[in-house]
């Protein structure tokens, strides 16, 4: 049976994009590989977070996953500190790390901004999420278009790692969506639907209700040509709304492209709320469920106690490798 890895952060509200390039793409694979899903918390000290938040929003994004529809009887979910391997074997990983390389990630560049008070955590994060992989010797890695070349650095890091001290590690390979895999920010398309954009209308929250939902729809950015196609480069925001009608509904679009072309802009933005609104109805009643149950806890207790057997093997295997004395 493969095995999939994949993480999020606890950073603040979870949004469209990180449901459709990430989190709507987790659960039919627990049919058919051997899943870890995580919270990465330890990701998100890599820029200051108010302590309170960061606990409150971990619990909360555990319960997000479980209402979109994770069973714990099928798969682990964890919670990254809980497992100390991630930092363990993420040092270990580091000391074959090029500074170089790390120097070239581009989320470094743009979220350190070229600035000397960027932290080293936010310099050396894409190690973390390498050891995140590796331990667990995943086949599968389901994310969005922007962490591709934190992917690369990934099999990078497990090749040299092979090479120099003998085959430990699986070469992962990234699994990123056809449609959706970089879903564009509502208030500005040119730019990744994000969770720390200042503007509220930048992002539709998975817990937002349906006349929030629509009215951030009404107010997306489009342009000014009012005939409906796709052009990623050159019509970013009505691409967008396709690409969001398209994974919501199943219908191509290509066909949506031909349903709404005698049709103006707001019918769209219109009818791709209401796909949304529809989407996220059940997960948001679930969640509320989930919540209240008080079972988030003891699923991630229980996820974790996985997690850390088949991260402490390999952990183990990187220790002995390079040369360290065995307990
Ligand atoms: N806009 C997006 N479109 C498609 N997929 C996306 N992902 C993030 N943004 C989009 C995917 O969501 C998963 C979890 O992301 P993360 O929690 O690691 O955060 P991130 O990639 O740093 O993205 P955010 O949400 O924009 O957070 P901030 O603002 O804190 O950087 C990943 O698989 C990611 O690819």
Same mark, same amino acid.
């Given at each position: 049976m493969k095995r999939v890895f994949s993480g999020m952060q606890p950073t603040g509200d979870l949004h469209l994009g990180n449901y459709i390039g990430a989190l709507k793409r987790f659960i039919p694979l627990q049919e058919e590989a051997e899943c870890f899903f995580c919270v990465v918390d330890l990701h998100a000290l890599t820029v200051p977070r108010d302590p309170e938040e960061l606990r409150s929003k971990t619990l909360e994004l555990a319960g997000l996953y479980l209402a979109a529809g994770l069973d714990p009887e099928r798969s682990a979910l964890f919670?990254?500190?809980?497992?100390?391997a991630h930092s363990e074997g993420a040092w270990l990983l580091q000391c074959i790390t090029r500074m170089g390389e790390l120097g070239r990630m581009t989320q470094f560049k743009d979220k350190g901004? *070229?600035?000397?008070? &960027?932290?080293a955590g936010l310099f050396s994060y894409p190690v973390l999420m390498a050891a995140d992989i590796l331990l667990y010797q995943a086949d599968l890695v389901p994310v969005g278009e922007d962490q591709k070349q934190h992917l690369e650095l990934t099999r990078d890091l497990a090749d040299r790692f092979n090479r120099i001290y003998g085959e430990v590690f699986k070469i992962p390979e990234p699994q990123i969506g056809e449609t959706g895999a970089r879903i564009m920010a509502l208030?500005?398309?040119?730019?990744k639907m994000s969770?720390? &954009?200042?503007?509220?209308?930048?992002s539709i929250q998975l817990l937002d209700d349906p006349d929030l939902i629509l009215k951030k729809f009404k107010r997306a950015v489009t342009d000014s040509e009012n005939r409906i196609r796709y052009d990623r480069e050159n019509k970013p925001g009505i691409s967008n709304l396709l690409d969001i009608h398209s994974v919501m509904t199943g219908e191509s679009v290509d066909s949506l492209v031909e349903r709404y072309?005698?049709? *103006?802009?707001g019918h769209l933005k219109i009818d791709t709320a209401e796909a949304v609104i529809q989407e996220l109805k059940p997960l948001q009643e679930r969640f509320r469920d989930v919540m209240e149950s008080g079972e988030v806890q003891r699923v991630l207790a229980r996820g974790a106690e996985r997690a850390r057997e088949v991260a402490g093997e390999t952990l183990s295997r990187m220790q002995q490798a390079m040369g360290l004395v065995s307990k």
């Open positions: 919670v990254q500190s809980h497992n100390p901004k *070229g600035s000397d008070s &960027a932290t208030d500005n398309p040119e730019k969770k720390s &954009a200042d503007s509220s209308l930048n072309r005698d049709k *103006g802009y």
